[in-house]
């Protein structure tokens, strides 16, 4: 049961429920959809409903928020990016990072991150999914971090293969001090035959 200020707040009802109707009412009303919003009562931060209802999962009422006009912020009340937050999200991160990237999310903020944040998630088929999904819109493959890391070379040293493999195939380039990185001479030797394969294709494809 809500109490208080939380019980009287129909926008923040809604969130928590994941409640359609009781949103739709919300917008319908002209309600203000970037208000900061206080889920539960033991919360210290108020945060807008479009980063409350991507923190929920709630999909689909961060689709009609969005719909509605509600303000994209790139960060959220403690300085994480919202895209990577959808990223790292335990509920349907592929359709939570759709929407943000729909809405004009930032694919390449801060050097690259929401990709970089991809190899954090330990199934490979999702990180896959994921950095084509950004790749789709705009993301930079080749973005290197402050010190001196590509997306390739982290997994190269993670001795992520099929990873590996289909970020060349997406146009990844080798690094430059590939020899130098802290990997099998296995995992090397696959990314040059891998980059060698697609060079070869493209050389046949032409122009």
Do not use: W
């Not at 080798?174 to 090397?188: G, V, Y």
């Amino acid at each position: 049961m809500f109490t208080g200020l939380f019980s009287k707040n129909d926008l923040a009802r809604a969130l928590l429920r994941d409640d359609l109707k009781l949103l739709f009412k919300v917008i319908r009303a002209g309600k203000d959809l970037n208000q900061p919003l206080r889920l539960q009562a033991d919360e210290s931060v108020a945060r807008p409903a479009v980063e409350q209802a991507l923190r929920l999962g709630h999909h689909q009422c961060l689709e009609k928020l969005l719909e509605a006009g509600a303000l994209l912020p790139e960060q959220d009340s403690d300085g994480t990016l919202l895209l990577c937050l959808a990223i790292q999200a335990t509920t349907a991160p592929l359709r939570l990072t759709t929407l943000l990237l729909q809405a004009g999310a930032n694919t390449n903020a801060r050097q690259g991150e929401p990709l970089f944040s991809c190899l954090r998630i330990n199934n490979d088929n999702q990180v896959l999914l994921l950095s084509n999904r950004l790749l789709q819109y705009g993301a930079d493959l080749n973005t290197y971090t402050r010190d001196g890391h590509s997306i390739l070379s982290q997994l190269l040293c993670a001795e992520r293969t099929m990873l590996v493999g289909a970020l060349i195939s997406a146009g990844a380039r080798l690094p430059e001090h590939l020899d130098q990185l802290n990997c099998s001479t296995r995992i090397k030797a696959f990314a040059r035959r891998k980059a060698a394969d697609i060079a070869i294709q493209q050389q046949l494809l032409g122009p």
